[in-house]
């Protein structure tokens, strides 16, 4: 296998990722487009609440921007590392993240140590400027350097990748349906509904079917944001997976890593549904091992270890058997 196959894989990998994320935003501001034209239509009121409802989105969108990352770092009750003078038993953990960082190009993160057996680990933070990566002390006793190095790849990854960023955009997106349907059924339900000087004009059947449509848009439009929200949380997944080993050349360090805390017994006392999807491995092990589903924060363990061990066979590296089956690491 020559050295320049790898990389052209690494580009697919990447490319087809970036593409079906985008793909699923423009489905995002389809459905939000139809929703508030619609609904504007319905109601007579024209695009006058559908205006304030995306400003009230992204507002809360914009206050999380600048403030989400701390509140998620106190909320896991992280403490930071000083990476000039590390502690003796984090200084492995700061090597990798400045070799991750010198890989990836990016800005070195402020580094960041939760006090919990359970291995895992995230990063967060609004660009690379202002990043941070957290792992777990369950991490770093239970993930050999190869591993480790694997894992902060991952994380590295979703910064180099503007991940925080891409996240936000489909949040605001999302939240603006959400609050769109929102407003209209609290409309519709105080008496709301269609303009009587329509009827008086012959339009009123028109009137009365745009207000039909957009009263089922209202109440299916936010589960179709959600789908989709969770969708490019699972395609950014694999693409910080792919760019991982783009920053590491080694897919079977990062493969053993996901396996190893997808076997792992503990349960991570921090973590709940609003982190759940910052982690490399959903926290929250009951959804893990099941078949894909809509709703998952994360494709399957199974299924990222397949993509992994493709990558391997194109670069020439052995990859251990059966390690996408659940207790393969003994």
Known sequence: ???????TTFFREIDRNRRNSWL??????????????????ATGFGWAGVVIAVIVAVA?????????????????????????????????????????????GVPMPKVYVIDDTAPNAFATGRDPQHASIAATTGLLEKMD??????VIGHEM????NLDIRFALLVGVLVGSIALISDWFLRFTFWGGGRNRDDDDRGGGGLQALLFILALVLAIIAPLIGRFVQLAVSRSREE???????????????????????????EVLEVANRATQHLYIVNPIKSFEERSKSMWDTHPPIAE???????????????????????????
Not at 24 to 34: A, N
Not at 85 to 95: A, E, G
Not at 248 to 259: E, F, I, K, S
């Open 145 to 150: 350097r190869e591993e480790l190095q694997g």
């Open 60 to 104: 809360m969108s914009i206050g999380s921007y600048f403030a989400g990352d701390g509140l998620v770092l106190a909320s896991s009750g992280a403490k930071e590392v000083p990476v000039g003078n590390p502690p003796d038993q984090y200084k492995q953990l700061v090597d990798v993240v400045t070799e991750m960082s010198l890989a990836g």
């Open 304 to 330: 990222r270890i397949r993509i992994l061990e493709g990558i391997a066979g194109q670069m020439g590296v052995s990859f251990p058997p059966a390690l996408d089956r659940p207790g393969a690491n003994g």
């Open 157 to 160: 990854s979703h910064v180099r």
């Open 1 to 7: 296998m020559t050295e320049s196959t790898a990389p």
């Open 239 to 265: 693409l910080a997976d792919v760019s991982s080993v783009d920053l590491t050349r080694n897919p079977v360090g990062l493969a053993r890593a996901l396996r190893t805390i997808s076997d792992d017994p």
């Open 24 to 41: 699923l935003v423009g489905v995002v501001i389809v459905v939000l487009g139809l929703l508030g034209g619609v609904i504007g239509y």
